[in-house]
């Protein structure tokens, strides 16, 4: 059953009322940012050394504070919208351009191994809120609870569907409360903890917390960017285990990652297979539009952006479903929890809005992993030999006009989507014929690579034939058998 927002603001007068410890169930030492907040809360946020993003690391003005609220559009949808308020998110039902209404969830209970973490140079820019919300962990952490209580409360001024803030500052307000004589009221605390909505708060602040302190290593991208064209200003790589979606700048000296953002992902996980299952799709897949929030629910918060699952390597594997987008959240909600959706990924509006400004429609990649895999420069570039070879193979033979040679790198099932059909023709035969055997110059390559199981790789490139201004732009879709590279599927894109 659902929690309304009212609900959680219940349980942080309860948290307030109930903060009366004895003695704190916390010792702040020397160099720990922050063991844990207040019993009632069970929050536990931070370990001894952990390296945090501090609110330092954010300029005034590099994001204006916003309620995140907005008015509702019609009473039927505001109904609609406040339901599960504390849980749902955009669903794939399968009607195209349509996601369903969503289901609050349980929290994860499963965590990853930590990395490295990065030099605090290195952190880079989460979400305004996220960042106030880190510094008030910090100072409290440094046993400025004073400093720490005033800063939560702006931040809940400023964000009042935060509920994760407005959480943390009624820990705090209980911190502040003299100690009592009088025990604890035990069975209410025990009844905050085994509430669900508790859980989700508790799971959301451990995951934000644990994305900012194991930074992805220096001067490393996801393992599937191998190599990205300039012609795609961005990228954007999904951790679904840290909760977090991170934003890449791409220039002429590569990828730079350039701000992060805490998300949910579908109730029952990831690794989408079939409609309705409430996963969310793991693969690599391209940004196909941008839905306006005007012809959206509330529910859809700041607007909506299309991914193009099932793509040709999951429509090859059998798998079902359709409306995965990347959207935010109601007015009467900042966040959702880690697993909320019914496979969307779903951000703060704030968050949403500044990646609305960036994204590129049919350029800008995206990338949904369990967990993302970091590599260098070097190892990219050593990851994109054996395909790099095989793409040059596959020019040469359609360039010597070699059909036995060509057809060794087609499967046999392949199949290609353009906007001119060539049913009754093999796609062999149409390559030799559009060559013709001229020397053909290929540009803006781009390499993405996905593992899971099978070994694929998404080739984007555009032609242009000697003595031409002008020719197609493709996308390949590879599939690693042995130590050959085959095509299962090729789309023109203009």
């Known amino acids: 059953m ?11 007068a309860d948290i307030v009322r109930l903060g009366r410890l004895q003695n704190p169930p916390f010792r702040l030492r020397s160099g720990q940012l922050l063991a844990a907040l207040m019993t009632a809360s069970a929050l536990m946020l931070a370990a001894p050394g952990a390296a945090l993003a501090s609110n330092s690391t954010h300029k005034a003005g590099s994001a204006k504070a916003a309620s995140g609220s907005t008015k509702a559009k019609a009473a039927s949808s505001s109904r609609s919208a406040t339901r599960g308020a504390t849980g749902r998110s955009s669903s794939a039902k399968g009607k195209k351009g349509v996601p369903a209404a969503e289901t609050r969830t349980a929290a994860a209970t499963a965590t990853r191994p930590t990395r490295r973490s990065a030099s605090a140079s290195s952190i880079q820019e989460a979400s305004n809120a996220e960042a106030r919300l880190i510094a008030v962990y910090e100072m409290f952490g440094r046993g400025q609870a004073r400093p720490a209580l005033a800063k939560a409360r702006d931040l809940v001024r400023d964000y009042p569907n935060f509920q994760l803030a407005q959480l943390v500052y009624g820990d705090l307000l209980a911190a502040q409360v003299p100690p009592s004589n009088a025990l604890p009221d035990t069975a209410s605390i025990a009844k905050m903890r085994g509430n669900p909505a508790m859980a989700e708060l508790h799971e959301e602040s451990k995951r934000r917390l644990q994305a900012l302190r194991e930074r992805p290593p220096a001067n490393t991208v996801p393992s599937q960017f191998l190599t990205l064209s300039t012609r795609s200003r961005y990228a954007i790589a999904v951790d679904a285990s840290r909760s977090r979606l991170y934003l890449f700048e791409n220039s002429d000296k590569g990828l730079k990652l350039t701000a992060d953002y805490y998300i949910s992902v579908g109730k029952s996980g990831t690794d989408k297979v079939t409609e309705g299952d409430a996963r969310t799709p793991l693969g690599v897949y391209y940004i196909t539009s941008s839905l306006d929030p005007k012809s959206l629910k509330d529910f859809y918060g700041a607007g909506a952006l299309p991914i193009n699952y099932p793509n040709p390597y ?24 880690p697993l909320a959706s019914d496979g969307c990924v779903v951000m703060a509006n704030p968050d949403l809005k500044q990646l609305l400004r960036k994204v590129q429609i049919g350029a800008t990649p995206v990338v949904t992993a369990r967990s993302l895999q970091w590599i260098s420069q070097p190892q990219a570039e050593k990851e994109t030999q054996s395909i790099t070879s095989a793409i040059n193979g596959w020019k040469d033979a359609r360039a010597n006009g070699n059909e ?14 353009s906007k001119k059909s060539t049913e009754g023709i093999s796609a062999v035969d149409e390559e030799v014929k559009y060559a013709q055997g001229k020397r053909v110059q290929f540009k803006d390559m781009s390499y993405l690579h996905w593992r899971d199981g099978d070994d694929t790789m998404i080739v984007t490139f555009g032609e242009v034939f000697e003595g031409e201004k002008s020719g197609r732009s493709r996308r390949q879709y590879w599939l690693r058998q042995g130590t050959d590279w085959k095509l299962f599927h090729e789309e023109i894109l203009g």
């Open 314 to 337: 999951d429509v090859r594997r059998g798998k079902t479903g359709g409306g995965i987008w990347l959207h935010g959240t109601p007015p009467q909600q900042f966040a959702r929890a």
């Open 404 to 417: 036995a040679q060509l057809k060794k790198f087609y499967l046999p099932d392949f199949q290609r989507s």
């Open 2 to 12: 659902a929690h309304s927002q009212g609900k959680r603001r219940r349980l942080v």
